[in-house]
């Protein structure tokens, strides 16, 4: 496939493909113990809070698509805190344990300390706190860290592209410099929201020359530095295999510099596989969701700013919970509802892609998939 920059990919409207989940007639109370077709259960929940960024990154929300003219959802669409809070009680009832804020960008969100206070309300049934995150592209957390942790949000995970101020003013395309997002990550470790991530997606030809930099500055610095391989989310990014540096590459840059071994995950369907610097300066994790495929322990929903429930990040279907919030229906329908959803769940795209035609993986009609800007990573 030959992609023109200056192509302009029409962005499927999919905030509207869902379905309406159905309510079973007979109720069963949830167990946690709620598994899908393949066996995964249910334990990480992933919240979009506004589908609203202050950056333009080329392979999240490029400029050409969401521009000035672009139809953001109306307020009134937005769940409300309290709507989210609810169905996060919900969730937390069938299994989950760890709830990621994401966006857009979700520091845009009003108020947003006041949700990150109702959800820390929640407990699993076993009276367990949750595991409560947020990830941000740091433009504003260093005016924020502080009341997010005293909201009770526990950790961030920082999206950074590079350190090279040219290049990352470059891929945020809107001039945004680096020295802002580093402050930001300074003034939440100084706050306690730590271990902090540090996001950073890879493009071959755009960025990769950062690696280095990347691992030499968060060395020794308590922070885990994770390299994500550039994927093929949504339909408006131009994306081409050929951009993406598998991360077995990326441990081979890395190992030459500083030796690296091998760990195991904290828990069974981690995103990222984890590496540790042999002389003891910390680890780096890298996200192979193109060349190491991880569908078969993936234990995560995505919750759409209006409500909408998605079982996998490369789905183009959601399932509409916000029409059942807002009718007339219970708590214990709903939970009912949501066990059907998931125990019918057998996406494994990323699996999948490699059979594939490459000229149709972003690009098939049939094949589109819900952006990353309205879902959240």
Known sequence: MTYKANKVIPLADTRYASRMPSVPAQLSAPTGLLSDALGRPLRDLRISV????????????????????????????????????????????????????????????????????????LTTPEGQPLDITLTTNGSLLAQKAQTLKDAGLQRVTVSLDGLDDAIFRSMNDVGFPVADVLKGIDVARQVGLAPIKINMVVKRGTNDAEILPMARHFRHSGAVLRFIEYMDVGASNGWRMEEVMPSAQVIERLHAEFPLTAIDPNYVGETAGRWRYADGAGEIGVISSVTQAFCRDCNRARLSTEGKLFLCLFTNQGHDFRALLRGDYSDEQIAAAVGPVWQARGDRYSELRAALPADTIATDGALKRVEMSYIGG
Do not use: Q, W
């Open 50 to 121: 506004t589908d609203r960024c202050n950056f333009r990154c080329s392979y999240c929300m490029p400029k050409e698509i969401f521009d000035k003219d672009y139809a953001y959802l109306p307020h009134n669409s937005l769940l409300s805190f309290e709507e989210i809070t609810r169905l996060a009680r919900i969730f937390v009832a069938h299994g989950v344990e760890k709830i990621r804020l994401t966006g857009g960008e979700p520091l845009l969100r009003k108020n947003i300390e006041a949700l990150i206070e109702m959800l820390a309300t």
